[in-house]
């Protein structure tokens, strides 16, 4: 099996195979990095951002230098691209995804106690919305899409304690911002 520079060394010679081995090997990586950005509510819009980093890449491919890993650079656009997309005014109020018909049409507890777990809900959405952009991503990589702390640093172009550290201070800024707000975090 090719290792990513030589797959590149050939893509940047024309070969249109080994550009879409490099596409293979990296695709998930791609799109988990842009969902733990956008959030798992824009799924659709973390495929496009997906999309968009592979044509970007295949028109740039050329003039990748090698001074860092294929994996580093192509984890670099996509976490530009999905930042971008994601300061659009359309992705400051997500749109609701297919659980909010679930939560709707599923019995479960009363009004009151919905109320409070969706005020909560809020708070917590609004805090993570706060906090910088590197934090909301290793919150969203670790929590909701269940990657691990290896390849969270790898999707972040990090070493693996500075993914720990940013995972570490996320969990602190979260704590004192609902403490603040009167919700306790045990």
Not at 1 to 20: I, K
Request: charged residues 25%; glycine residues 6%.
């Amino acid at each position: 099996m090719e290792s990513d520079s030589q797959l590149v060394a050939c893509a940047q010679s024309g070969d249109q195979q080994a550009f879409a081995e490099l596409v293979r090997r990296h695709s998930a990586h791609v799109f988990r990095l842009a969902v733990s950005i956008l959030g798992r509510e824009f799924i659709p819009e973390a495929e496009d951002v997906a999309q968009e980093v592979f044509l970007k890449v295949h028109h740039a491919i050329e003039s990748f230098r090698g001074e860092a890993e294929f994996s580093s650079w192509l984890y670099r656009i996509t976490f530009n691209q999905a930042v971008n997309l994601k300061a659009r005014v359309r992705f400051r109020n997500p749109h609701a995804d297919e659980t909010v018909l679930h939560r709707a049409m599923t019995p479960g507890p009363g009004p009151h106690r919905q109320a409070e777990t969706a005020q909560r809900d809020q708070a917590l959405a609004e805090c993570i919305r706060t906090l910088p952009e590197v934090y909301q991503s290793a919150l969203r990589l670790y929590y909701w899409l269940d990657t691990g702390v290896g390849e969270m640093a790898v999707l972040l172009g990090v070493p693996e304690n500075t993914a720990k550290s940013y995972l570490h201070r996320a969990r602190q800024l979260l704590h004192g911002m609902l403490k603040e707000r009167g919700y306790s975090c045990e």
